[in-house]
């Protein structure tokens, strides 16, 4: 089988089965990291950064869709593939994860073979489209992610940091709006504390570097992208 390695988190109450999946993806060169109910698994998330996380629907402190639904909330994890493993046979579960954000299902006993062949695929399927993204185009600007780079008729713009990841954030979603606190969170994170101001500096920024009017202000909401 052709292999897809990324870090997985593997999230389940019941050691055998940690152990178990753990030493089967570590065979085929992935990176493990384990937590044992959804409390730890959020905690995990924030530091391991998974790329992959299966994760157990029935769990103490905090079962799997509580668990998948905060995360969701949370955005950072919105490109994270998630599997949720089960044992109950009932549709009502699989429908409700589904609608919060699981990318799919593998039902319990585990079967090693299906399971890496299902994060294989599920891998390559996001990386796919994670690839296909790299690169848009807004008639003469280009944004470039795998470069870092914003060009426009040809000449190099140079952003700093935080402008650029601004800038990609608005351009992913065009002619969405994005609420002022939604990119805090999504550009500086939760651990860094800054104002409601740091954006409107950052916009400002972008419109005199770029030079043309594609980033619209929704007045007491947030910011929009679009091409005129």
């Known amino acids: 089988m052709e292999v897809f390695p990324g870090k997985i988190l593997i999230?389940?109450?019941?050691?055998?089965?940690?152990?178990?999946?753990?030493?089967?993806?570590?065979?085929?060169?992935?990176?493990?990291a384990a937590a044992k109910d959804g409390v730890e698994a959020?905690?995990?998330?924030?530091?391991?950064?998974?790329?992959?996380?299966?994760?157990?629907?029935m769990?103490?402190?905090?079962?799997?869709?509580?668990?998948?639904r905060e995360l969701r909330a949370m955005h950072e994890f919105d490109d994270t593939v998630i599997i949720f493993l089960t044992a109950l046979n009932d549709e009502k579960?699989?429908?409700?994860?589904?609608?919060?954000?699981?990318?799919?299902?593998?039902?319990?006993?585990?079967?090693p073979e299906l399971l890496a062949t299902r994060i294989g695929s599920a891998l390559r399927r996001f990386r796919k489209d994670e690839e296909q993204e790299q690169k848009q185009n807004f008639g003469d600007l280009e944004i470039n992610k795998t470069k870092f780079t914003v060009t426009y008729k040809g000449v190099d713009i140079l952003l700093a940091k935080k402008e650029f990841e601004l800038l990609c954030l608005l351009a992913s979603k065009p002619g969405r709006v994005f609420l002022r606190n939604e990119?805090?969170?999504?550009?500086?994170?939760?651990?860094?504390?800054?104002g409601d101001r740091t954006i409107d500096v950052h916009i400002r920024k972008i419109r005199q570097k770029v030079g043309i009017d594609m980033i619209t202000t929704v007045k007491g909401v947030g910011y929009k992208f679009e091409m005129s």
């Open 11 to 32: 999230v389940d109450d019941e050691p055998d089965i940690v152990e178990f999946i753990s030493y089967n993806l570590k065979s085929k060169g992935y990176l493990i």
């Open 42 to 57: 959020i905690r995990k998330a924030k530091d391991f950064r998974p790329d992959l996380i299966l994760l157990d629907i």
């Open 59 to 68: 769990m103490p402190n905090k079962d799997g869709i509580e668990t998948i």
């Open 93 to 111: 579960y699989e429908i409700e994860g589904l609608k919060i954000g699981a990318d799919d299902f593998i039902s319990k006993p585990i079967k």
């Open 183 to 194: 990119i805090l969170q999504r550009v500086w994170g939760t651990d860094v504390i800054v």
